[in-house]
């Protein structure tokens, strides 16, 4: 199982790590032809503006839009779940709209305002203890009734999936647990499963 991890800014080696760890094969994907030889994506955390500035240059936003269609699972975190979202807000701007989720960017403080706390993933009806780093993470202020709420943080979702795309407000890849990205490679499995 091949799983691609979106290598224009932001976190990708950790992630890299993180799946090597489940027994998936992480491939860096730097342009949009390379996301025809992987099963799943992992978009990274990072700067969401320049994530979308270099998107929009290297045209994965057709190439992504393609991918999703055919139902290949998609992980995105913190600034990837920024791009994944239905809406986002301060400021507002593009984002691919693939898991009916509104967010709000920087909603959990600033840089210096980066936070580790506790808190419970419900993963495939278990319940799993989970270490949960924030950095000027975006808050989900609402989701839709098909996006199934996976963990909770004061309330609000940080960790949420609808169909094929997973979301993660926080950054699973910086903690030594594997646990979501195990699940995430599930989620591949069954997508490529006949
Ligand atoms: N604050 C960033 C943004 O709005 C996301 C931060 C992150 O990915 N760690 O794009």
Known sequence: MKIGVLALQGDFALHAAALARCGAEAVEVRMPAQLAGVDGLIMPGGESTTLLKLMHEWGFVAALEKFHAEG?????????LILLAREVANPEQFSLGFID????????GRQRESFETQGTATLDGAAHPLTMIFIRAPRILAAGPSVEVLARHQGAPVLAREGSVLVAAFHPELTDDATIHAYFCRMVA????P
Do not use: M
Request: aromatic share 10%; with cysteine.
């Open 101 to 108: 989720v509104a967010v709000e960017r920087n909603a959990y």
């Open 72 to 80: 290949k699972p998609i992980f995105g975190t913190c600034a990837g």
């Open 190 to 193: 069954e997508a490529t499963s």
